[in-house]
């Protein structure tokens, strides 16, 4: 049993944060869940408190989640992590990798300068722009900028008038003041998660959805079942990967008539899909690339 000492940033009392805790204390003989809600930052004497413990005196950090909702918040959270990166402490993933990802458009606009293939996307602050983007797709989906499992994603239509249009997107500015609109693609009640440790493929489960709506998050409904992709798929989800430097990701992939399309990749990819979709213990393999990791 090692004795390096890891905590693990996270939800207390959500299944995910819990069973990587459980994994590490395993290993380890070590358990220490943090909310980012409780860490304090004294920056004269650079340290970063939670629950009485100095984190930057771990040996470790692994980020299981940094919040129960994306906000902007986040990302000062998230800033925090690297007063402990720089006093030695590895944080699984880096905080620079997760702060690239918090934000979708940041997201978008490296997976696209990467040349990766994804639904057609337009971002603007103006509504009339949006509108003629809304008429030109056809059918869209207004997603905020800081949000997961589709939460606060509206199908807008280029058959409503442009008056419902107007409202639609004057409301949704409130909070959101720049809008991101994408084509909306057909799922056939499908789409993919691709599970990747330290860049190196894991496995690749299916969101299945049980009903009519419109996405097959299992926020709405849907079920995980196991996939099997062609080499091409899987190296598609490398290529989409590879410029965040991730520990642990799942990269959110769609099957349309044109092709394969990437939605985004995640800092905070679930171990609830891989098991129950593939049957494969992705908080033990992560544990286990953790000490592996800091035991080189």
């Known amino acids: 049993m090692s004795n390096l000492r890891i905590g693990v940033i996270g939800i207390p009392g959500k299944w995910s944060t819990e069973v990587l805790a459980d994994k590490l204390e395993e290993k380890t003989g070590y358990r220490l869940v943090i909310d980012m809600a409780?860490?304090?930052?004294?920056?004269?004497?650079?340290?970063?408190?939670?629950?009485?413990?100095?984190?930057?005196?771990?040996?470790?950090?692994?980020?299981?989640?940094?919040?129960?909702?994306?906000?902007?918040?986040?990302?000062?959270?998230?800033?925090?992590?690297?007063?402990?990166?720089?006093?030695?402490?590895?944080?699984?993933?880096?905080?620079?990798?997760?702060?690239?990802?918090?934000?979708?458009?940041?997201?978008?606009?490296?997976?696209?300068?990467?040349?990766?293939?994804?639904?057609?996307?337009?971002?603007?602050?103006?509504?009339?722009?949006?509108?003629?983007?809304?008429?030109?797709?056809?059918?869209?989906?207004?997603?905020?900028?800081?949000?997961?499992?589709?939460?606060?994603?509206?199908?807008?239509?280029?058959?409503?008038?442009?008056?419902?249009?107007?409202?639609?997107?004057?409301?949704?500015?409130?909070?959101?003041?720049?809008?991101?609109?994408?084509r909306k693609v057909n799922l056939s009640g499908m789409d993919l998660g691709m599970v990747f440790i330290g860049g190196e493929y894991v496995c690749t489960y299916a969101r299945v959805s049980q009903s009519d709506a419109w996405n097959t998050t299992i926020h709405d409904g849907g079920r995980y079942e196991n996939y099997q992709p062609t080499e091409a798929l899987i190296e598609l989800g490398h290529l989409a990967q590879k410029p965040f430097n991730l520990d642990f990701t799942t990269v959110d992939i769609a099957l349309t008539d044109k092709g394969p399309i990437v939605f985004e990749v995640s800092a905070f990819g679930g171990f609830k899909g891989a098991l129950e979709g593939c049957n494969v213990d992705a908080a033990d393999a992560y544990s286990h690339y953790v000490l592996t990791t800091l035991g080189k």
């Open 38 to 182: 409780d860490i304090a930052l004294n920056l004269e004497t650079k340290s970063l408190f939670a629950n009485g413990v100095n984190l930057c005196e771990l040996d470790g950090l692994v980020v299981k989640k940094a919040s129960q909702e994306y906000s902007p918040s986040m990302l000062d959270r998230i800033e925090l992590l690297r007063v402990a990166e720089a006093s030695g402490v590895r944080v699984f993933s880096s905080a620079e990798s997760i702060l690239r990802l918090v934000d979708r458009l940041s997201c978008t606009i490296s997976l696209r300068n990467a040349n990766i293939p994804m639904p057609s996307t337009f971002v603007t602050e103006h509504i009339d722009q949006a509108i003629n983007a809304i008429k030109q797709y056809g059918r869209a989906v207004l997603k905020p900028l800081f949000s997961t499992k589709a939460r606060g994603m509206t199908i807008l239509e280029s058959s409503q008038s442009d008056e419902e249009l107007r409202d639609a997107l004057t409301s949704f500015r409130v909070s959101n003041p720049m809008m991101y609109l994408q």
